[in-house]
């Protein structure tokens, strides 16, 4: 890998793309690199099986009747982020710890996880709206929960606690933490609270964003720009994956808890989606989610976060 960063900007992409190639086939073959841990995905043989609910019903929920209308629910996610929302090229498979929680609450609602799941990649920026159209019935994707998107959405859970932090090169000695970023390229995504949050707390830096954050990734691994800054959960899965040229630095430095998107007025979806969300975390389906994804980033199970029901408005 060192090969990679000797050569001229301009010839690194191309030789970057060959390596996750060669990435991809070593993980295939389970053969990790000499000298860093081998590069992990889910195991399927670790997942839960959900157990699909027979006698579900939820008549004051619109979207939820839509669906069994339909036969299968749609899912907004990510198809980029490893370890948490990741789509397979070859198979169209997706996979992660965001998935795992998205074919939980499936199976709560009486759909068959296999068979009765359509996911639909929708980026940062569009998830309002997504939900808004009824593009989606709901979203799971590293979605922060916070007050000015819940004029626009309602939130089950929280599921997950993550906290903003920074991904470098390997190489870098400069920037540790977000007050060392005046003056440097940062790149988050657009429509994302990291990226909102470096614009409002840490103004002097220069921020870039594009729509997903391995676009940002592939511009740190070839020099356009000097950090990625999103949640630690997103990062490490990134780091991971590239442990020889890239590494999270400093603490996390928010607090992002993750929820589930749901229509605004559909409050009956919300709460019947908390009420799952607890029974998976009580039965252990989420912890043993969780150590089959994102856990292989490296951090053990913490305890899920206390689900907020709160009132309808
Ligand atoms: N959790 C943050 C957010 O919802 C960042 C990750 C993302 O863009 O999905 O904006």
């Given at each position: 890998m060192p090969v990679v960063s000797r050569l001229p900007v301009a010839s690194r992409l191309p030789v970057l793309a060959l390596l996750l190639v060669l990435l991809a086939a070593a993980t295939a073959t389970g053969c990790g690199q000499e000298g860093s841990p081998p590069v992990k995905g889910p195991q399927p043989e670790d997942l839960p099986e959900y157990r699909v609910a027979t006698d579900f019903r939820l008549p004051d929920s619109r979207t939820w009747e839509q669906a069994k209308k339909r036969g299968r629910l749609v899912i907004g996610v990510k198809?980029?982020?490893?370890?948490?929302g990741e789509k397979d090229?070859?198979?169209g498979r997706y996979s992660g710890f965001d998935i795992e929680i998205a074919r939980m609450l499936a199976a709560s609602l009486g759909f068959d996880p296999d068979k009765q799941i359509e996911f639909r990649t929708v980026a940062s920026a569009n998830r309002e709206t997504a939900l808004q159209n009824g593009q989606i019935d709901y979203y799971v994707g590293t979605y922060t929960i916070n007050d000015k998107r819940k004029k626009q959405v309602g939130f089950a859970g929280p599921y997950y606690m993550a906290g903003q932090s920074l991904l470098v090169r390997?190489?870098?000695?400069?920037?540790?933490?977000?007050?060392?970023?005046?003056g440097k390229r940062v790149c988050s995504a657009t429509g994302s609270t990291p990226y909102q949050r470096l614009q409002s707390e840490y103004p002097e830096t220069e921020l870039v964003s594009y729509d997903t954050y391995s676009v940002c990734v592939d511009n740190l691994l070839s020099y356009q720009v000097d950090a990625v800054s999103t949640d630690d959960t997103i990062l490490l899965g990134y780091a991971a994956k590239v442990p020889d040229e890239l590494k999270v630095v400093g603490e996390p430095f928010s607090k992002e808890p993750y929820g589930v998107g749901?229509?605004?007025?559909d409050t009956a979806l919300r709460f019947a989606l908390d009420d799952a969300l607890a029974a998976h975390e009580k039965n252990g389906d989420w912890k043993k989610a969780y150590d089959a994804t994102l856990g292989l980033s490296g951090n053990p199970a913490p305890q899920p976060p206390p689900i907020d029901r709160y009132p309808a408005s």
């Open positions: 198809e980029d982020q490893p370890y948490l090229p070859a198979t390997k190489d870098e000695k400069d920037i540790k933490g977000p007050q060392d970023l005046a749901v229509p605004r007025n």
